[in-house]
C-alpha cells in the first residue's frame, strides 16, 4: 500500500518540530480527514530557506508528505519553494494511494502559508502564525 520512502519518511521523519526564530510560519487544516499541518520558516537575509520545520496531527500519509516536503524546500530559495507542487512531493515519496493525495495537497498549502506568512511579517502585517485554512477546493491529482 505504501512505498518504502513513504514509510521511512513516516518512521523517521526529517525536519519534525518547531524552527526557534523562524520567521514564516504557517497552518492548514483539511476539515474532512482532520489532519493538521503547521510548518515552519527560517529565512535568511538573501531569502534562503535555512532551516524549516513541521509539527503535523494526522495519519502517516500526512506526517511522510510533511517531512518530504521540508526536504524539498529547505536550502532553497522562497521563489524556489513556491513552485513546490504536491505531485513534486508524491513523486519524491516514489507514490501515494490515491486516497491520501489529499495529505500531498495539505503540504503544499502548508509551506504556502508559511511564506505568506514569511512575507506578511516582513511587510509588518502579521506577527505570528495567522493562516489557517479548512480544506481544499478540488484535491489535485498528481501528475504522471
Do not use: W
Amino acid at each position: 500500500m505504501y512505498t518504502e520512502k513513504v514509510m521511512d519518511h513516516f518512521a523517521h521523519p526529517r525536519n519534525m518540530g518547531e524552527v526557534e526564530g523562524a520567521n514564516g510560519v504557517g497552518m492548514v487544516g483539511n476539515a474532512k480527514c482532520g489532519d493538521i499541518m503547521q510548518m515552519f520558516l527560517k529565512v535568511n537575509d538573501d531569502g534562503i530557506i535555512e532551516d524549516v520545520g513541521f509539527k503535523t496531527f494526522g495519519c502517516g500519509a500526512a506526517v511522510a508528505t510533511s517531512s518530504m516536503a521540508t526536504e524539498l524546500i529547505k536550502g532553497k530559495s522562497i521563489d524556489e519553494a513556491l513552485k513546490l507542487t504536491n505531485s513534486a512531493v508524491v513523486e519524491a515519496l516514489e507514490g501515494l494511494p490515491p486516497a491520501k493525495l489529499h495529505c500531498s495537497v495539505l503540504a503544499e498549502e502548508a509551506v504556502r502559508a508559511a511564506i505568506d506568512n514569511y512575507y506578511a511579517r516582513k511587510e509588518g502585517k502579521a506577527e505570528e502564525c495567522n493562516t489557517v485554512t479548512t480544506g481544499h477546493e478540488e484535491e489535485k491529482p498528481a501528475e504522471d
